[in-house]
């Protein structure tokens, strides 16, 4: 971790109801797994959510109406930001495993698809953000080869109890342009180094920084309220309209 803190923006996903076995202590509640991005202008091209099938999360007390379901960790470091029930001190509703939330249908903002369900991903770190990321497989070279992966392989989908029809029809949503790599840059990157794996770590991190500077520096909008505006000047502005109607909050770390 940096010097400096990391501000992240928590997208709240909306568990659809009625919600399964495990989540019944939370039934008559507002519940959100809360997905930490950098990229808040992405959020139209969300195809799915990732959770880590091991990873200890809970579901935690935000205030009266919302709770939000992360790792204790994110929910500790919410309290210190006002972000709890109860000032300074986390109230866990209830305990959940990444495998208790896979296949959770959920409503995210601004995402093109009505519903878009929880899956897994095994490179999500417990100490980053909430344990929660959001999936854009147009523009994140990591969430395109973790899609790929389970779209591909019947075993991998079965491994976890992913249902076909949490992943297929597999449809990347192009949002972005980008000159140099065109309006699906995730994708077409992952294809120029021919990344092979979802676990590829190294030439998924040079995917990753040709994809993120450019994305932010050349790339235009081709969808949303800010079609055709420059990628630079429309971030703040879903940002803050994001937040304006809160279905968003800040976080830092
Ligand atoms: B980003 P940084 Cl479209 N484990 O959001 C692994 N990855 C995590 C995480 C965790 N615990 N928490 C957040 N992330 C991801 C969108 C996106 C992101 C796009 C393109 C690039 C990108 C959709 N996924 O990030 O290490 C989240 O994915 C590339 C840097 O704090 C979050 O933003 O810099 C990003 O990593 C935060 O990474």
Redesign the pocket.
Known sequence: EGVQP?E?VLIKMEVVPPFPPQLKALEGRKVYLAA????PE?MYGQTNCWVLPDGKYGAFEINDTDVFVLTSRAALNLAYQGLSKVPEKPTCLAELSGNDLIGLPLKSPLSFNDIIYSLPML????D????I????PS??P??FMALQALVSKPAWRQMFGVKDEWVLPFKVIPIINIPEFGDKSAEKVCIDLKIKSHNDKEKLAEA?RM??LKGFTDGTMVVGEFNGRKVQEAKPLIKKQLLDKGTAVLYSE
């Open positions: 990391q992240y930490a991005t950098l990229r992405t490179t999500i770190l417990t980053k953000g909430t344990g990321v959001t999936s854009v523009d994140s990591d969430d990753k994809t993120y």
